[in-house]
């Protein structure tokens, strides 16, 4: 089951810059994700964020590439794929996630991965933080971003190869 094993994760943001990525199809699973992000980024203390909106989950990686090149401390990516009848989720879900991963390890820079891939409506909307639903994914995936970005302040810089 999805969510079950969760950890909670309580950080303090307050000196951190972040960038929020988000994809414009299904408003009303993106306005859930959207606004759980948020909330997550209060409960952190985090004041200072990037609002970058774009067409589809297909633009979030080039989106959250000039995010991290900005100088923010971390990235939140929010999109939902839903499963139709053509390959098209398969290519757009693998490209996304692929694209999010190496904006991570070419940067540097931690990308909260809320990208919803479901095979119906009703998987994206139990999952979109809304009255009703039984995860909050926008919320862990800022916090995750949140979290990962304190750690990663702590280590040292990698040296270039």
């Keep these: 089951m999805s969510g079950e094993g969760a950890p909670t994760i309580t950080v ?3 000196q951190l810059r972040v960038g929020l990525v988000w994809a414009s199809w299904h408003e009303e699973v993106m ?7 948020r909330r997550g980024l209060a409960d952190a203390g985090v004041k200072d964020v990037v609002e970058v909106p774009v067409p589809g989950s297909f633009e979030l990686p080039v989106a959250a590439s000039r995010l991290a090149a900005s100088g923010v401390d ?10 139709g009848g053509t390959p098209h989720f398969d290519y757009v879900c693998q490209a996304a996630t692929n694209g999010l991963t190496d904006v ?16 119906d409506m009703a998987q994206a909307l139990d999952r ?4 009703g639903s039984r995860e909050d994914k926008g919320h862990e995936a800022a916090t995750a971003a949140i979290a990962a970005a304190l750690v990663l302040k702590d280590l040292p810089s990698p040296v270039p190869a």
Excluded at 77 to 82: E, I, K, M, R, T
Aim: proline share 5%.
């Design 12 to 14: 303090d943001g307050s």
């Design 74 to 83: 971390a990235v939140i990516a929010l999109g939902v794929v839903v499963r």
């Design 31 to 37: 306005n859930g994700l959207i606004d759980g992000a």
């Design 104 to 119: 991570s390890v070419r940067s540097g820079v931690p990308v909260g991965f809320g990208l919803l891939t479901c095979d």
């Design 128 to 131: 979109a933080g809304l009255p």
